[in-house]
Structures are given as C-alpha cells and as structure tokens.
C-alpha cells in the first residue's frame, strides 16, 4: 500500500530554518498534486503550500517569502523549505498527496503521519 513518510521536523529559534521531506512510496502510477498542511492545538488544519506536479506552487499569504515547496518527481518526494520561521509557525506539519494506485489510474487521498515544527526562543 501506499505511504507517506515525513522527516526533518524539530525546534528551531525564531529566524531559523527547517527543511520538511515527505516521500511515497508503495504501488504508486503517479502522483498528482502535493501538498503540506499544518495543525495548530486547538485549530482547524491550514494548507500552507501546495505544488502540481508540473510545479505550479501556492501559498497561504502568512508563509509567501518565507517557504518554498518543491518536488522530485523521480523520488515521489517533496519537499517544504521553511525560512524565517516565526513562533506562529509551531504546528504539526502534514505532508498530504493525489495518488493514483496501480493498477488503477483512480486518484485518492493520502497523509502522511505528521511531524512537529517549534520554533521558539
């Protein structure tokens, strides 16, 4: 089956940077948009930043600047740069993908397990 495995979370001061990796693995045909989200205690799920898979990105206005998104699709990862962090960056960031599953060409949704961002001084 189909997983999404994320790495590169951690406490990090204010000004700082994290790099967050998420890679797919599993019977995968190919793989459409990706996308991290973030979750703050207590608050709803936010998308943060979202890439095609021809590599046309979105942001959420708070991260424009600061965060990049990108992608290799010869490793079924992505990838989230974050830069400048700021405290109301602390949540648990969630990779979350549009697969399509073989043999099956039909799309579904998949989550990675989450992995923690604290940026604090």
């Known amino acids: 089956q189909v997983q999404l495995v994320e790495s590169g979370g951690g406490l990090v001061q204010p000004g700082g940077s994290l790099r967050l990796s998420c890679a797919a693995s599993?019977?995968?045909?190919?793989?459409?948009?990706m996308d991290w989200y973030r979750q703050a205690p207590g608050m709803q799920r936010e998308l943060v930043a979202a890439?095609?898979?021809?590599?046309?990105?979105n942001y959420v206005d708070s991260v424009k600047g600061r965060f990049t998104i990108s992608r290799d699709n010869a490793k079924n990862t992505v990838y989230l740069q974050m830069n400048s962090l700021k405290a109301e960056d602390t949540a648990v960031y969630y990779c979350?993908?549009?697969?399509?599953?073989?043999?099956?060409?039909?799309?579904?949704?998949?989550w990675g397990q989450g992995t923690q961002v604290t940026v604090s001084s």
């Open positions: 979350h993908a549009i697969i399509a599953i073989s043999p099956s060409p039909r799309r579904y949704s998949y």
């Open positions: 599993g019977s995968i045909f190919s793989i459409d948009a």
């Open positions: 890439i095609t898979s021809s590599g046309s990105t």
